[in-house]
């Protein structure tokens, strides 16, 4: 047998927590929390989930198996390093804790984990913040017990390995990668997502599919430069593993996402959507995101004043969902050529009735405008308050995820982001 060329890389890696699902699963986090020894444990969420009860109702369970918990609901929607430095602070003051437990969107779940990881070590948040932003330390050690409950079928934040959020001061959105923050367990409980409003899943749900569609189309393991063990970094590109989950996730999409937007009661639907959000993490969360995602986080941090139904609003923010899928249809467009087969299956996958088009790279943006006006996400970028003029301030801020351009597999130039960007000021 030849020794594999050394140029080449020839080991990915693959992992997530240990999961629970279905209706009904939030009422045994007492028990699964009881078996790591905990005796007292703080509940991070929003005001929003806090007001209808959830993690008052988590809190009386874990009365039973006698843990003792507090419920900090100040986390913000699209959390930033202000607000994830004020809930650190706060665990930091009313600690010590012997675990968590993280109850609502991407934002808990996120949230959570910079707390997990900033009470259980020493440092501030931009020492652990991806690079060039933050410095990309590494945890030096484990954290403490997290179980991740979310209350939206889109981030997958409660299978993955990162943590997202703005920066104020450069008006950019970046992350912490790694292995570490990943949660303990995953507790999905469909029933949570009965009362979300229609533009909420709609938006969470587009994240599912831009997760999917991300990784499936992402660079395949095999052609990146080989790495030591120590350079591994959690995204490793596309592969075997990986795009089980992603298939599956397209798959349910297809199923249930226009269902669960236009039946917020339909509970098979729910159920489905909630699967899809947790198999696109476990894809994603290992294979990585690309452009679709890099665009995102200028669109998100440099909003004006729109302001989406169904979210709060005291303030202009673009839900990260809609944020990622308003460049989606033409960032596929670009990077079609770079694997034409995966692309095609995509889109397959994700309408297996949708009428095949003369020009094969139009086929996944059409399936994605389809879906898209069906459920009502804004039309392009200019749908929520960019134009033409904006494209040059956005496009720095595309440039500094270099972590998720490098998992494109036609790594995109400034002018190309530019051009995408344009393109992208209306869809249909």
Not at 304 to 333: C, I, N
Request: aromatic share 6%; hydrophobic share 40%.
């Amino acid at each position: 047998m030849t020794a594999p060329d050394l140029t080449e890389e020839t080991i990915f890696t693959w992992g997530a927590p240990p999961l629970k699902f279905g209706a009904g699963a939030t009422d045994e986090i007492g028990f699964e929390l009881s078996q790591y020894g905990v005796k007292r444990v703080l509940i991070i969420t929003d005001a929003g989930i806090s007001a209808i009860g959830v993690p008052q109702r988590i809190a009386d369970n874990l009365r039973r198996y006698e843990i003792d918990s507090e419920i900090f609901d100040g986390v913000h929607v699209e959390p930033t390093d202000d607000s994830m430095n004020k809930a650190t602070e706060y665990a930091r003051v009313q600690g010590p804790w012997d675990g968590f437990v993280a109850v609502g969107g991407g934002s808990a779940i996120d949230t959570a984990k910079a707390i997990n990881l900033l009470t259980s070590h020493p440092g501030e948040l931009m020492d652990y913040i991806n690079k060039p932003i933050g410095n990309a330390k590494v945890p030096p050690g484990q954290l403490k017990p997290l179980i991740a409950v979310p209350t939206t079928a889109g981030t997958g934040s409660e299978s993955t390995a990162m943590c997202v959020l703005d920066i104020l001061s450069m008006k950019v959105k970046t992350g912490i990668s790694h292995w570490r923050l990943r949660p303990t367990l995953a507790v999905i409980d469909p029933l949570l997502t009965l009362t979300l409003p229609a533009g909420v899943t709609a938006a969470s749900g587009m994240d599912i599919v831009c997760h999917a569609v991300e990784s499936y189309t992402a660079r395949y393991y095999t052609t990146f430069d080989r790495k030591k063990p120590e350079e591994r970094v959690t995204y490793c590109g596309s592969n075997p593993v990986s795009d089980l989950w992603c298939e599956k996730a397209m798959g349910l999409i297809a199923q249930s996402f226009r269902t669960a937007v236009h039946e917020g009661d339909n509970l098979e639907a729910r159920s489905n959507m909630m699967m899809a959000a947790t198999f696109a993490g476990m894809g994603f969360g290992n294979s990585g995101v690309h452009i679709p995602h890099a665009n995102a986080y200028p669109i998100a941090g440099m909003v004006k004043d729109y302001r989406p139904v169904g979210y709060p609003q005291d303030e202009p923010m673009v839900p990260h969902g809609e944020s990622v899928s308003l460049t989606a249809p033409e960032a596929f467009r670009f990077s079609f050529s770079s694997a034409p087969e995966r692309h095609l299956r995509a889109a397959e996958l994700m309408d297996p009735r949708a009428d095949k088009v003369n020009d094969q790279r139009e086929q996944l943006p059409s399936v994605l405008v389809s879906l898209m006006r069906d459920i009502g996400i804004p039309n392009g970028i200019g749908g929520v308050g960019y134009t033409e003029a904006d494209v040059p301030d956005l496009v720095p801020g595309t440039m500094k995820q270099q972590r998720l351009l490098a998992t494109c597999p036609k790594t995109p130039t400034e002018d190309d982001i530019a051009d995408i960007l344009t393109k992208s000021v209306e869809n249909w």
